[in-house]
């Protein structure tokens, strides 16, 4: 009797997807396991649908942008919620199979939720990788200019391969994908559909709000890039150093053993840029090398470390080991990031929809100025604007980049303690949006979703229209004594 019902269900399942696809016009739908990576499995959907690659060119090759939608619990269900991945370059559908698979899961409760990979990415990516050699490693430092004028070569050439390989990367920009997205949405038979994104999908969410923002129902932006943010400020960087100072001085313990965490890194800082360090690790082959390195090659380091708590903590035990002139796991984890490696991969779709929203002048010249006495420099930042002209990709423009006006309810989360995007910037945004909510998460960092069930909780209570606090608090992070 079960295996009939089985078999029943699958019918009835079938029928209803073939319904679905006759009713969504040039969607193509098909039955699909999705498997988490923890093993949980669903009965979902794979749908796919074609866009040009570049609408402002005639006869453009088109693109397959491909999702997962998972079907809504609720029988009164809401306008579906789109996953927006951030990078640029995350992948929607990859996304869902982690750690924010719950709350995938949880959102089904409103309406139904679909991961997409955008173009470019996932299984939307036919693209092939662009790699080029790095040349071999000789130990010595490698300065900002010399790492600059390798970056700019490398795109370059990975220009051009892109090219002869019939790829047009001026089709990959963050309006092309906003179109991508109301695509989606008139193709699914919907009136409107609610947005959710983080970091770079959050950029991509303004930039849908910007364009189509009568499609839009709701939104939840998390770790918020607006669209003058690609390139972020090194003053802001160094405010949320400053709030991790602070988080340190109200631990007992860590208070006593890094007083003065920021100053050690100034100090620091200046000793590696006055003569570059140097110490003798043990590579990938257990062999010993010396290593030295620039100070924009620890700068580039620290950049990578600040997204989330749990590596920032580990910033300060760091500082004070190179304070006290022992260099090895700093030359080791350099060596590992920027010179191990015999091949450098450019995907094209990251660095070509970077490339494309680029910068204002005005915050260019503030962004130059305020770099000159930032701890991280410019580094946080790189490879952009560095390599913003090396790919051939025509800049959107200041329309792009101007400020994003909305009366569409939008919820902004925000972490204290995120290294990547930050609290002041999300309050100027969110004070032109007229139906805005604010949700500071103290001590949260970049990676916020997963990072405490209160935050998935707000997510979900936003979307059902209920009210949510304007303040999550978790844990400090535990610094090493």
């Not at 790699?131 to 490693?137: A, F, K, L």
Request: hydrophobic share 40%.
């Amino acid at each position: 009797m079960k295996k009939r019902f089985v078999q029943l269900t699958g019918v009835l399942l079938l029928s209803a997807w073939a319904a679905n696809a006759v009713a969504a016009g040039s969607i193509r739908f098909e039955p699909y396991i999705f498997e988490a990576r923890s093993g949980e499995k669903v009965e979902a959907e794979k749908g796919v649908f074609e866009v040009p690659e570049n609408r402002s060119k005639p006869g453009s090759r088109t693109l397959k942008l491909a999702f997962v939608r998972f079907a809504s619990t609720n029988p009164d269900k809401g306008p579906p919620i789109i996953y927006l991945a951030g990078g640029p370059g995350g992948s929607g559908v990859d996304a869902a199979r982690g750690r924010r698979f719950p709350l995938f899961m949880a959102l089904r409760e409103v309406a139904d939720v679909i991961a997409l990979d955008q173009r470019g990415t996932g299984w939307s990516n036919d693209i092939p990788p662009c790699d080029v050699p790095t040349g071999p490693d000789d130990g010595k430092p490698l300065t900002r200019d010399q790492i600059v004028e390798q970056t700019r070569k490398a795109m370059a050439e990975c220009a051009r391969f892109f090219r002869e390989k019939g790829v047009d990367l001026a089709g990959y920009n963050t309006n092309e994908s906003a179109d991508d997205i109301e695509e989606l949405r008139r193709l699914l038979g919907v009136p409107k559909v609610s947005l959710w994104g983080i970091s770079y999908g959050t950029h991509l969410a303004l930039a849908t709000l910007k364009r189509h923002g009568s499609s839009i129902d709701r939104a939840v932006l998390a770790s918020i890039e607006g669209l003058d943010e690609t390139v972020k400020l090194p003053a802001l960087t160094d405010a949320f150093f400053g709030r991790l100072q602070k988080v340190i001085e109200a631990d007992p313990v860590a208070s006593k053993i890094y007083p003065d965490f920021v100053g050690t890194m100034r100090r620091v800082h200046a000793g590696v840029e006055k003569e570059p360090a140097t110490a003798v690790i043990k590579d990938a082959a257990g062999q010993e090398r010396k290593v030295s390195f620039s100070l924009f090659e620890l700068q580039l380091l620290l950049s990578a470390s600040i997204a989330d708590p749990s590596r920032s903590s580990m910033l300060p035990a760091l500082c004070a080991m190179m304070d006290r002139g022992d260099f090895t796991q700093p030359a080791a984890l350099i060596h590992r990031m920027l010179r191990a490696q015999p091949m450098v991969r450019i995907s094209g779709m990251a660095e070509a929809m970077d490339a494309a929203s680029g910068i204002s002048p005005s915050r260019a010249r503030l962004v130059e100025r305020q770099a000159k006495s930032a701890l991280v420099g410019d580094a946080l930042n790189y490879p952009m604007p560095h390599m913003a002209d090396s790919l051939g990709v025509p800049d959107l423009g200041e329309s792009f980049r101007s400020p994003v006006t909305s009366d569409v309810p939008t919820l902004f989360l925000s972490g204290t303690l995120d290294g990547r995007t930050y609290p002041e910037s999300a309050a100027e945004i969110a004070s032109r949006f007229a139906r805005a909510t604010r949700v500071i998460v103290e001590n949260g960092g970049h990676n916020i979703f997963e990072q405490d069930p209160a935050v998935a909780g707000a997510v979900v209570a936003f979307m059902k229209g209920e009210p949510v606090a304007s303040t999550i608090l978790l844990p400090p992070p535990q610094f090493p004594h």
